[in-house]
């Protein structure tokens, strides 16, 4: 069964940093296109990072560029995001999603994406 679970999340101060891994199974990450959508209380999901099934391409959400950078560890089957220099409004639970679709490109947008995680929570106050 192809499952993604999401760790890593947690409370931080506000300029401090998180990485949060996904981690596959019932399937190999490599090939895969990956992403990682958050969702605030009472607002709309949002794509902010993905990269390609082939590693080179990536792609950032305007709101994260430069803070947040995605990576995969296929030996580990895994995919992290670090994020540094945290604010409030990065708290939300963030999600791990996977599709096989997509290799020189990763889209940002939820429909495209078939295989999802549960979600982990990362709170930013002080």
């Known amino acids: 069964q192809l499952q993604l679970v999401e760790s890593g999340g947690g409370l931080v101060q506000p300029g401090g940093s998180l990485r949060l891994s996904c981690e596959a199974s019932?399937?190999?990450?490599?090939?895969?296109?990956i992403g990682w959508f958050r969702q605030a209380p009472g607002k709309l999901r949002e794509g902010i990072s993905c990269?390609?099934?082939?590693?080179?391409?990536?792609d950032y959400a305007d709101s994260v560029k430069g803070r947040f950078t995605i990576s995969r560890d296929n030996a580990k089957n895994t995919v992290y995001l670090q994020m540094n220099s945290l604010k409030p409004e990065d708290t939300a639970d963030y999600y791990c999603?996977?599709?096989?679709?997509?290799?020189?490109?990763?889209?940002?947008?939820?429909?495209?994406?078939?295989?999802w995680g549960k979600g982990t929570l990362v709170s930013v106050s002080s």
């Open positions: 999603v996977a599709d096989s679709r997509y290799i020189t490109w990763c889209p940002l947008s939820d429909n495209y994406y078939r295989y």
């Open positions: 019932g399937f190999s990450l490599e090939s895969y296109a």
């Open positions: 990269i390609g099934g082939g590693g080179a391409a990536t």
